[in-house]
């Protein structure tokens, strides 16, 4: 999940998603296969994989959950299994715009899947495109504080071709375009090593402020949509002030 301005309400929301950790491997080894199968089975050779088994690793996964994921990816695997990519769009309550990526053997049981969550949650499923021009698809990686100033983090990322960084008080993260994601992070993990997290998001262009009702019905459709096995990420373009989520979290 993605939307509020503050990165940790992101990692305060990702704590309940890895409670289940089952549902998280199984989520992680399917991006691992996919990565595989779509570039060279080498992390080396691969950015898209090597950043998979990055994510693996910090939630602990198991080192041969890992191989066989990547085995499964492999040209010539004995996985039938065949991942597609999908974005998925619509409104949830309040009018919030909300993209969901995911990664599907079955597409129309994902989009019933999908569709009903919204309708559940005072939202509906949209059609493609219908919210993601209020987004815009970036490259972004995520350092905790501690690893540099806000200054030198925003010179070394700037010198590394990144289009700007936003910090707060525990993580800086850095926003790059799409197409120079790779390098910047490929330079900033040579600075100050793996960064807490990194890959392409959509940003919202503006934040939507929400209410407590509205924002408790928004997070319970964020709930179910991550509760799918096909989906990997649920961005949206709120905004829930820190004194509604840590009630709405207690």
């Known amino acids: 999940m993605a939307g509020h301005s503050k990165f940790k309400n992101i990692q305060h929301r990702k704590g309940a998603q890895d409670k289940k950790r089952a549902k998280l491997f199984n989520k992680l080894g399917r991006e691992i296969t996919v990565a595989a199968r779509m570039g060279a089975p080498d992390p080396d050779m691969n950015p898209r994989l090597r950043l998979a088994i990055q994510t693996a690793r910090k939630e602990n996964m198991p080192k041969d959950r890992i191989e066989r994921a ?14 597609e990519e999908m974005r998925y769009e619509g409104y949830g309550p309040g009018g919030i715009a909300v993209i969901v990526d995911a990664l599907t053997d ?13 309708s559940k949650n005072g939202g509906n499923l949209g059609e493609t495109n219908s919210v993601s021009f209020m987004f815009d698809q970036v490259g972004a990686i995520v350092y905790p504080v501690s690893v540099a100033s806000a200054d030198d983090m925003f010179v070394a990322a700037a010198e590394a071709g ?8 525990e993580f800086h993260e850095v926003i790059t ?3 120079d ?12 090593g793996e960064p807490e997290s990194a890959g392409l ?22 709930d179910a ?15 829930i002030d820190d004194e509604i989520m840590d009630r709405l979290a207690g």
């Not at 990547?70 to 991942?83: Q, R």
């Not at 079955?106 to 919204?118: D, M, P, Q």
């Open 70 to 83: 990547i085995k499964s990816g492999t040209p010539g695997s004995d996985d039938g299994t065949n991942y």
């Open 106 to 118: 079955n597409r129309n049981r994902t989009a019933s899947e999908l569709r009903t969550a919204f």
């Open 162 to 169: 990144a289009q700007n960084v936003e910090s707060d008080d």
């Open 177 to 179: 375009d799409v197409n």
């Open 181 to 192: 994601f790779g390098d910047v992070n490929s330079t900033l993990e040579d600075k100050y």
């Open 201 to 222: 998001v959509w940003k919202p262009q503006n934040l939507v402020a929400v209410d407590e009702e509205t924002a408790g019905t928004l997070l319970k459709l964020i």
């Open 225 to 239: 949509l991550e509760d799918s096995d096909d989906v990997q990420n649920v961005y949206a373009n709120f905004d």
